[in-house]
């Protein structure tokens, strides 16, 4: 593999699970019966499949632990499927730490890799059971007051390798402790009393090729070699950070976890022979373990044509998926059904997917072919179980869609409310302040 990985990543492969289909798409006019739309649906025995997977392919690396994203759905049900899984939590932000906490999660279960952080926030973090704390510059250092025993650093490689565009290239990317600056960051930690060490990095993102994987655990070996020579010091743990992509597309190849597994337990086993010691490895997949177990239904309310063939739904990519918005390349596949939730078929037209967003980039699918469509047919748009809802906002004051899970005994939950206009006004009921003069 080349050191310099150059390339502008594309969503590739399949769309969610033929048996998530097979679930849903029967009881689904029920489901809308009872729930309305639009709604987000997430399939519990799905998820837990990935996961199981996740485990058994990684079964020969000993200590081997997934930390779920939070950031990819973050709401309690799911969390609490993570902690039946046995995996721990990645958290970013204080909401994140709160959720991880009040769902069950502490100590070394969390992983809290925040960026630009206030000494306030670590302050939060070491609170409460603590957390693995991971920095992300080493001026962060002198920002924790009570210098914890575990400390884990993010590192940015920089020019050695580029990551997708999502992540970006590294040199520009704002995260992660440069190459020049890792031993120091080590010597510093040391110096405040760490004594158990841990590192961390994340330089590729939907990433279908493993390869790219395998070389970020072989580059953080090294970086581990490096600073352990330079130091003294051994390291518990490194962590890959998530990434790994999933099939958006039809045409898409699925990403080789088993293939991951195998030729990164023999980088292990070669590290352990020169090392005399085998540091556990981590991940932290938001994506790959919820991605494709999520489902955003919508009414089609409008079929339009103008200069274009419009289908209107009824939610915003805002609110429900704003990746298809945000990202030039993001794709997620559609499914038409109708009425009576059978899939469309016969004729096809090419449309453009809208919601009602005042902003033309509020579309759920550009110039897509897909089965005629009326007034009355439901939109069911792939693979929203990551970084879709999470995703959403407020503008132009639409409100985000209920949550569902299908539970793996087939009934169907409410697992989180739809939005409402007092959630958005909320903001606007406070107690006046004023400040007089500015002298
Ligand atoms: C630090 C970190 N870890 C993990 C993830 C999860 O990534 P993914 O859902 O693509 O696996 C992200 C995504 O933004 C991240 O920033």
Do not use: G, R, W, Y
């Given at each position: 593999m080349p050191l310099f990985f150059v390339k502008e990543k594309e969503d590739t492969a399949m769309p969610m699970p033929k048996v998530f289909e097979e679930r849903l798409f029967p009881i689904l006019p029920s489901i809308i019966k009872h729930f309305g739309t639009p709604f987000h649906i997430f399939d519990e025995q799905g998820i837990v499949d990935t996961g199981e997977g996740l485990k058994l392919a990684f079964k020969d690396i000993q200590g081997f632990q997934e930390f779920y994203a939070v950031k990819a759905l973050p709401t309690p049900a799911i969390l609490q499927i993570m902690r039946k899984l046995g995996f721990g939590l990645d958290c970013s932000s204080p909401s994140e730490l709160m959720l991880a906490r009040q769902n069950g999660f502490h100590g070394e279960d969390i992983m809290f890799s925040s960026n630009n952080t206030s000494a306030e926030l670590f302050s939060m973090a070491l609170a409460d059971g603590g957390c693995i704390l991971n920095l992300d510059?080493?001026?962060?250092i002198d920002k924790?007051?009570?210098?914890?025993e575990l400390i884990c650093f993010r590192y940015n490689p920089g020019e050695r390798r580029t990551g997708s565009q999502f992540i970006g290239n590294p040199v520009e990317a704002k995260y992660g402790v440069s190459h020049d600056q890792i031993i120091e960051a080590y010597r510093q930690a040391k110096e405040r009393g760490a004594r158990r060490f841990g590192i961390h990095t994340m330089i590729?993102?939907?990433?279908?090729?493993y390869r790219y994987m395998l070389e970020t655990i072989r580059m953080l070996l090294e970086v581990i070699e490096t600073v352990s020579g330079a130091l003294g010091i051994k390291f518990e743990f490194f962590n890959i950070g998530g990434g790994i992509g999933i099939a958006y597309k039809p045409e898409g190849k699925p990403f080789d976890i088993d293939a991951l597994a195998i030729e990164s337990k023999a980088l292990l086993d070669k590290f352990e022979q020169k090392c005399g010691y085998m540091p556990k490895l981590f991940m932290e997949c938001g994506r790959f373990i919820t991605g494709p177990h999520g489902a955003l239904v919508a009414t089609v309310v409008n079929r339009m044509s103008k200069y274009r063939e419009y289908v209107g739904v009824d939610t915003a990519t805002t609110t429900a998926n704003p990746r298809p918005a945000i990202y030039e390349t993001a794709y997620h596949h559609i499914t038409i059904l109708d009425r009576n939730g059978q899939p469309k078929h016969g004729s096809e037209e090419v449309v453009d997917v809208v919601g009602?967003?005042?902003?033309?980039?509020?579309?759920?699918?550009?110039?897509r072919l897909l089965p005629k469509t009326e007034a009355g047919d439901i939109m069911v748009q792939h693979d929203t179980g990551a970084h879709s809802p999470a995703m959403g906002g407020n503008y132009n004051g639409w409100l985000r869609p209920q949550q569902l899970l299908l539970c793996a005994d087939g009934t169907v939950e409410l697992i989180r409310r739809a939005e409402t206009i007092n959630d958005l006004f909320a903001t606007l009921r406070f107690k006046r302040k004023v400040m007089r003069g500015s002298k």
């Open positions: 510059d080493i001026t962060m924790v007051s009570k210098f914890p590729i993102s939907n990433e279908s090729d009602p967003l005042c902003e033309n980039s509020d579309k759920f699918a550009k110039q």
